[in-house]
């Protein structure tokens, strides 16, 4: 063996030994694991039966169903549609929720007062406590069925979101550069404006464009309680087994969230550069 | 041009400064020293009008700072005053001409100077360069040309080379002294380093019982 071989495989005495696991770390660590054993034993869980011959021929029966899709012109405009629909009622509510979540972000990062501070961060946690199929189902009730509700459903919980990720990214900025402005006899807003936002601005819409991304997903969800787009769409078509309608659905969804994802990730490459 | 009368502050119950009175003539380059804790970054602060002193007058140019609104405190630090800290504070996302520049857009002048005030400080040709491509002695030159660049009548300056090696403090230090005498500023610095403070026309030793000639 050369020195050089020798000296690597040598063991290093320039690290202390790592600490001794404690009898309690030991014990927790069984505890864990006995918990996880008993979770699964107490659960009807039936795995052979996913793999009976039965169940694997009713599987590829169902999805032998959703082949070939649909692909007839008129079907094709009307998915077409619905998929303009669906990445609309994804952008406008996620702009909705920036441009609402914004002042709400202003007085969640304690720009207000502290009060200000404690009434907003509590608005904000109603609005995304409460899911967007929730908010859905209430306006569908004031707005009636259609893209209208999901829109407003989809704003009303990522305001929530984004207000919240926007005042703990304007609470993050490092505050020398504001002060130092002040110092230098700007005004509280220039100092911001020129200073924390500044800062704070690729992060959020970084933010912004990432929950876009999880809006396009939502927006289909939403479909399917009557807020239009994709989601309404594969609803009807496989409330009526007409699965290869449905598959066309399916695959636009796909599309969308691949396009939108692609999009998202080029935007947050140039913003964050 | 700048007085200071009788200034008292506490933190806390704890006296930092009791009944400091000083005054400072017009183009003065003084040092201050003084242990850790012994106030003196305090006194900066109430010479900016930046905090209100519990007892005591800071007057500048015959104006008790105690007599102007927020407003007008932040006027007058905007038009007759500049500052640099010890770690810069340079504006990351503006480029070195626009950081320079801004003194002169707050007060709504032309942005014009900017680039001489580059060239002054060395910095010729970086103006369209970031702070991030710079050094920390070349992030105080910027922050040297943004305090001076609205020629201010006081600067006040906050541990300027504490960030620094001893050879970039001496190139800085330097600089602050001509480009100050330059614009016929005066210069309060709040300094540790004897070397420093050997560059000032005074030195002020501040203590528990006030200024005094070090």
Redesign the interface.
């Known amino acids: 063996m050369s020195a050089p071989e020798a000296r690597m495989s040598a063991p290093r005495t320039d690290l202390p030994p790592p600490p001794p696991r404690s009898a309690g770390t030991w014990l927790l660590l069984a505890a864990l694991a006995a918990l996880v054993v008993a979770s699964f034993a107490s659960l009807p869980l039936q795995w052979r039966a996913f793999f009976t011959a039965e169940a694997i021929d009713s599987a590829r029966e169902f999805l032998s169903g959703f082949a070939p899709p649909d692909t007839s012109a008129p079907f094709v405009r009307k998915t077409f549609a619905a998929f303009w629909e669906t990445l609309a009622m994804s952008a406008i509510g996620t702009l909705l929720a920036a441009l609402a979540g914004l002042p709400l972000a202003l007085a969640g990062a304690g720009r207000l007062g502290r009060v200000a501070r404690a009434g907003t961060r509590l608005v904000l946690n109603v609005l995304r406590s409460i899911p967007e199929l929730v908010w859905a189902a209430v306006l569908l009730v004031l707005a009636g069925l259609g893209p209208m509700a999901g829109t407003l459903a989809l704003a009303a919980h990522t305001a929530g979101v984004l207000g919240r990720l926007f005042a703990d990214a304007l609470e993050n900025v490092e505050p020398?550069?504001e002060?130092?402005?002040?110092?230098?006899?700007?005004?509280p807003l220039?100092a911001f404006l020129?200073?924390t936002l500044?800062?704070a601005l690729p992060q959020m819409l970084s933010y912004t464009l990432y929950r876009w991304e999880n809006n396009i997903r939502a927006a289909a969800v939403l479909g399917v309680v009557g807020a239009g787009g994709l989601g309404q769409m594969l609803k009807y078509h496989l409330s009526l087994f007409q699965m290869p309608s449905a598959a066309t659905v399916v695959l636009a969804m796909l599309v969308l969230v691949a396009l939108v994802d692609a999009a998202s990730y080029l935007l947050r490459r140039a913003l964050t550069r | 041009m700048l007085e200071l009368d009788q200034l008292t502050k506490s933190y806390g119950g704890r006296a930092v400064l009791a009944g400091l009175s000083h005054g400072f003539k017009a183009g003065e380059f003084v040092a201050i020293m003084g242990e850790s804790g012994v106030g003196k970054s305090t006194l900066l602060n109430l010479i900016?009008g930046?905090d209100a002193p519990d007892g005591g007058r800071v007057i500048v140019d015959g104006t008790p700072m105690s007599s102007l609104d927020d407003?007008a405190a932040?006027?007058?630090?905007?038009?007759r005053?500049?500052?640099i800290?010890q770690?810069f504070?340079v504006?990351?996302?503006?480029t070195l001409r626009q950081n320079v520049a801004?003194?002169l857009l707050?007060?709504h002048a032309s942005p014009e100077p900017a680039g001489a005030m580059l060239d002054a400080v060395g910095l010729h040709g970086r103006g369209e360069d970031f702070p991030r491509q710079l050094s920390g002695g070349e992030l105080q030159r910027v922050a040297i040309a943004?305090?001076l660049v609205h020629r201010p009548a006081l600067l006040l300056a906050d541990e300027p080379t504490g960030n620094l090696d001893p050879d970039t403090a001496n190139g800085i230090l330097q600089l602050l002294r001509s480009e100050t005498r330059a614009h016929g500023a005066g210069a309060i610095m709040v300094t540790h380093s004897h070397a420093a403070a050997a560059m000032a026309d005074k030195v002020l030793l501040l203590t528990s019982s006030g200024l005094k000639l070090a």
């Open positions: 020398h550069a002060q130092s402005l002040r110092t230098n006899g700007a005004r220039a020129y200073a500044p800062q | 900016a930046l407003d932040t006027r007058l630090r905007r038009t005053m500049g500052f800290f770690a504070h504006l990351p996302h503006l801004l003194p707050l007060n943004r305090a």
